[in-house]
């Protein structure tokens, strides 16, 4: 079995009669010399079958001498030759051959070179696949695979795993030379759509351009190729949308587009296809012709957009006590992203928003405002919009907020023993890290007397102070990640590095794009929102399971105690021998409940305690149900569940929490676990309501 | 849109459970709301004009005109905030306005 970078090589010396150098093999594959002598090798094998022979030569590299009944042989060969895929490109290849009726499951095993069982692990999972996201069921009828369900599900399949399998950029050439120049491209082409002629396609595209006179931008391009590649093929066999499908859909029939669509699929269709042009299908071209993206020229005649850009603008400076920083520009960038995406809402297609929880998770306050202005002021304008399109709103409109916090400048005091030396460090470290802060001085310890809470809001100072109205913060000249984290909660502000989100996001767009020219990446979305973290700063997503916060260990139940302080010390033992925190964390719990009056009794009979410390290490929970109810605290409530929780951030342990707060408030449940002794029942239900698979 | 305020000691548990709860009833009140969350150190940059929290923990904090102040015993049983809740005027005002 040959690899695609052998199947490459093949197909350009079989292109080629002269001789290829080995190193422009190693340039093109960055591949050690070696390596290369080693796939040569692999193709001599090969080559053998055929009774052909590469040859080669010690200063001008391989090279293969073919009749042209050779060669045809040989491509053919190469055609047929199971295709070595990973199991998502597999699954993909097996849509298209079920869609193109290759669809026997013997046949498919054979040109795959997998196993049975394999085969038929992939066709359960695909017959999941497309029920759940495609309403298409996939049975096997006279032998043959085959979908059934409505054709518009059916192609949108078909749209998705081609854009899955074609890249953009290796598409795009074509656009450009009118050739395949990737082997990849051409050996899909020539497998599934050697009936098309992909040129043709390109130049009914580009007769529509110059007809509308518009251009779509490169994607767009991308993305309608694919979309008539599919519904040719569905037209090359027989399988057209019901006239039914236009219901409702009438005004595509009024656009201008409508109407340079129409005709410049009609000669294609007719010449080529051989088969009639009904009005649903021109329909549906159209649909996806409206909402393509059009370079920014072309919108100088919509007028309408800009305008509706324009009112969200102030809309959402006005509502969000924001000032929008190169307001313009900002406009023009909405206005194009309204156009299409008032198409999207009309009819209903919908687009994933990437980002939209790292959005909901950083930008919640203007999601919400988007959604109140929209709401409020553009009833009817926006019809059925749904939470990514407004995420995406919102994108396009934070961008231009340059303080993400609208309150007013923060006064920050330095404070340190002398005041001088070390306070010029501590200032521009902060300067550095919190631009948003002013300074307004440098103090010497018996000044502070001078500051009030009229004059500071937050007082940093590297000595220790007593008495004063002002909260204060001791740190170090160099402001570490802990004090910084401090600072941030003090002022209310988030540090500089967090703010350039439109920043992060291009170079976030530019490293995936690298990756994805480089490698085949097998979770886009996924590599994406990691990216994002990574470049962002913050940690990883949390981990939230239960499993990665607790441990069968740590769930104590129906246990006879006397005092509450050992029942403390006992819980946080679970969570040291877990290396969450240190024995440390049980003293201040009990120091803080001994001599504070403590808000940790969450509901009757519950108690909650935990502790922002250092002596966290990492986020976890333990739990004890006593029976009889112990004393708690110095208030002696009487307590049956005490739940220690262990928080190094506010999001890792939310979850868990949430499902035990929960578990609070339904009766049913406490009432099982007050007489619950077995361990693994409460485990097992913690790890189900979670959906935790270990 | 109304802003409230979550306080607790850490502004890392209480106030977490607090915050989720409380989207939940706001929600069912039809009362649109921008929910913060921090620890007490904090209160004092916030323009929220409620602030809920553990009833030790809003007693520890200056009384400030213009700001409803609602404190609760028990941070985590459901009944027991949406009734503390209602009893409060400022929040009545807010229901009445939806």
Known sequence: ?694 | MRRVLVVCSGGLGTSVILKVELKKIFKEWNIPVYIEQSDVSAVGFSNAEMIIGAKQIISSLPSQQSVALIPLTYIADSAHIRNTLLENDALREWLDDV
């Open chain 1, 1 to 694: 079995m040959l690899t695609i970078r052998q199947r490459e090589m093949l197909n350009d010396l079989i292109n080629n009669n002269h001789y290829i150098s080995m190193t422009s093999f190693t340039d093109r594959y960055d591949l050690s010399l070696r390596s290369i002598r080693q796939d040569l090798i692999s193709l001599e094998e090969w080559l053998l079958h055929s009774n052909i022979e590469l040859d080669r030569h010690r200063k001008h590299g391989a090279r293969l001498v073919l009749s042209d009944l050779e060669k045809k042989d040989l491509l053919e060969r190469l055609e047929s030759e199971p295709i070595f895929l990973s199991g998502s490109n597999r699954k993909r290849h097996m849509i298209l051959m079920i869609l193109q009726g290759d669809s026997d499951a013997s046949s498919m095993e054979k040109k795959f070179d997998v196993s049975h069982n394999t085969m038929q692990n992939d066709i359960s999972e695909l017959k999941r696949f497309t029920a759940s996201d495609y309403c298409l069921k996939l049975s096997r009828s006279k032998g043959k695979l085959q979908f059934f369900g409505e054709e518009i599900n059916i192609r949108r399949l078909f749209i998705d795993t081609l854009l899955d399998l074609f890249e953009e950029e290796k598409l795009m050439n074509l656009f450009v030379t009118f050739k395949m120049e990737e082997t990849e491209i051409e050996l899909i082409w020539n497998r599934y759509f050697r009936f098309i002629d992909e040129k043709e396609i390109v130049q009914v595209i580009q007769g529509i351009e110059t007809e509308l006179n518009v251009e779509y931008t490169g994607s767009s391009l991308y993305h309608l190729f694919i979309v008539l590649v599919v519904q040719f093929s569905r037209m090359f066999y027989s399988h057209f949308l019901p006239p039914e499908w236009l219901n409702k859909k009438e005004k595509l029939l009024d656009t201008s587009e409508y109407e340079a669509i129409e005709k410049n699929l009609k000669a294609y269709v007719v010449k080529s296809l051989s088969c009639f042009l009904p009005k649903s299908e021109v329909a549906f071209s159209t649909l996806y012709f409206i909402s393509a993206k059009k370079k920014y020229d072309s919108l100088k005649g919509d007028i309408k957009f800009l305008e509706l850009a324009e009112r969200l603008v102030f809309a959402f400076e006005k509502k969000g006590k924001v000032k929008l920083s190169n307001k313009p520009k900002i406009i023009e960038g909405l206005a194009l992203h309204l156009k299409p995406a008032f198409h999207r809402m009309k009819y209903g297609l919908q687009i994933e928003n990437a980002l939209l929880d790292e959005l909901k998770k950083d930008y919640e306050e203007y999601i919400l405002i988007v959604e109140e202005i929209i709401l409020a002021e553009f009833k009817g304008v926006f019809e059925s919009i749904d939470e990514h399109e407004i995420g995406f709103l919102t994108i396009h409109l934070c961008s231009g907020i340059e303080n993400r916090v609208s309150t007013p400048k923060k006064k920050v005091a330095i404070v340190c023993s002398s005041g001088i030396g070390t306070s010029s460090l501590l200032e521009s470290s902060l300067r550095r890290k919190f631009p948003q802060a002013s300074v307004h001085g440098v103090y010497s310890v018996n000044k502070v007397r001078s500051l009030t809470k009229e004059n500071t809001d937050v007082i940093l100072s590297t000595v220790s102070l007593m008495n004063v109205d002002v909260p204060w913060l001791k740190v170090s000249p160099f402001l570490n990640d802990f004090e910084t984290s401090k600072i941030q909660e003090l002022l209310g502000v988030s540090q500089m590095e967090e703010k350039n989100e439109v920043d992060v996001i291009n170079t976030v767009k530019q490293v995936h794009e690298l990756v994805k020219k480089h490698a085949v990446v097998e979770n886009e979305s996924k590599m994406f929102r990691e990216l994002y973290h990574y470049f962002k700063g913050t940690t990883q997503p949390s981990k939230g399971n239960i499993t990665s916060l607790s441990h069968p260990s740590c769930i104590l139940l129906a246990q006879q105690r006397s005092s509450w302080e050992k029942v403390m010390v006992e819980l946080n033992e679970c969570l040291v021998q877990l290396n969450k925190t240190t024995p440390v964390y049980a003293d201040e719990l009990i120091d803080y409940i001994t001599n504070q009056d403590h808000h940790f009794l969450i509901a009757e009979g519950i108690v909650f305690p935990h502790l922002s410390s250092d002596q966290v290490i990492e986020s976890g929970f333990s739990m004890m149900t006593c029976d009889p109810p112990i004393l708690f605290g110095p208030n002696e409530d009487r307590v049956w569940w005490v739940i220690l929780l262990a928080a190094k951030n506010p999001h890792d342990h939310l979850p868990a929490v949430e499902l035990l707060i929960d578990a609070v408030n339904k009766p049913t449940i406490t009432n099982k676990l007050k007489i619950e002794s077995q361990t693994s029942v409460i485990w097992e239900w913690l790890r189900e309501r979670e959906g935790g698979v270990e």
